[in-house]
């Protein structure tokens, strides 16, 4: 989606067929949408492997604890919320 600045920005609203920043416009979503694409495929073929290697450091880390702000909308309150992993 981003890469339709850049080409409105290239081209502008009336740009048709005949123009000579036409094709520019369309290299510029086509390689955007081309790297989106490759990013995807990446992130998506390498979940395994991060979670292998997450699951490998908590067992490495041990018991842990964590306290995080929490938001609670049906009361509309702010709050902790405290925990431990293991």
Same mark, same amino acid.
């Given at each position: 989606?981003? *890469?339709? &600045? !850049?080409? =409105? #920005?290239?081209?502008? $609203?009336?740009? *048709? *067929?005949?123009?000579?920043?036409? @094709?520019?416009? $369309? &290299? ?8 989106? #694409?490759? *990013? #995807?495929?990446? @992130? =998506?073929?390498? /979940? ?16 842990? $604890?964590? =306290?995080? !702000? /929490?938001?609670? !909308?049906?009361?509309? #309150? &702010?709050?902790?919320? /405290?925990?431990?992993?293991?």
């Amino acid at each position: 989606m981003l *890469s339709f &600045l !850049p080409a =409105i #920005a290239i081209c502008g $609203w009336s740009c *048709s *067929s005949g123009d000579t920043e036409y @094709d520019l416009a $369309w &290299l510029v979503i086509g390689t955007g949408a081309g790297l989106s #694409a490759a *990013s #995807a495929i990446y @992130d =998506i073929a390498r /979940v395994k492997h991060n979670v292998r290697e997450q699951a490998a450091r908590r067992t490495a880390e041990g018991a842990a $604890w964590y =306290i995080a !702000p /929490v938001y609670t !909308p049906e009361r509309r #309150a &702010l709050g902790l919320s /405290v925990g431990v992993t293991f």
